[in-house]
């Protein structure tokens, strides 16, 4: 476990990173009118870091016996991930407006800033 919990801690952060820059790179992309959708690389690569992302932290839960619906830091990290989820398909739609598509991208931030206090802090603010 000494040598495993720093790798898997480093990918999962690499996932996150991976996952936020693939959110921005198509965000801005789709601002400037070029059209990502017909890039197979950049449907494909943004799900590869998400469950990267995904299998990371299930790993880390394991290794520190910190299950959500247990732990209430991970519960609230599991939600976190759920609204920033949510937010990044909001503001990747074409259909919505381009202040609701903002206000979608900096509420994802939002959610992976506040994920990020948690996994420091382990103190949950709601349960």
Request: proline residues 4%; aromatic residues 14%; glycine residues 6%.
């Amino acid at each position: 476990m000494a040598l495993l919990y720093p790798a898997l801690k480093h990918l999962h952060l690499l996932a996150i990173f991976g996952s936020l820059f693939l959110l921005s790179l198509r965000f801005i992309m789709d601002l400037r009118g070029r059209d990502w959708r017909q890039k197979k690389v950049l449907r494909i690569l943004p799900r590869a870091f998400d469950s990267l992302l995904l299998l990371t932290a299930i790993g880390l839960c394991v290794l520190l016996s910190s299950y959500p619906f247990q732990s209430p830091w991970v519960t609230e990290k599991l939600f976190g991930l759920l609204a920033y989820v949510l937010l990044g398909v909001i503001a990747l739609q074409r259909h919505r407006s381009k202040l609701m598509r903002f206000f979608a991208l900096g509420g994802a931030y939002g959610w992976v800033v506040y994920n990020a206090k948690l996994a420091i802090s382990k103190m949950p603010m709601v349960f």
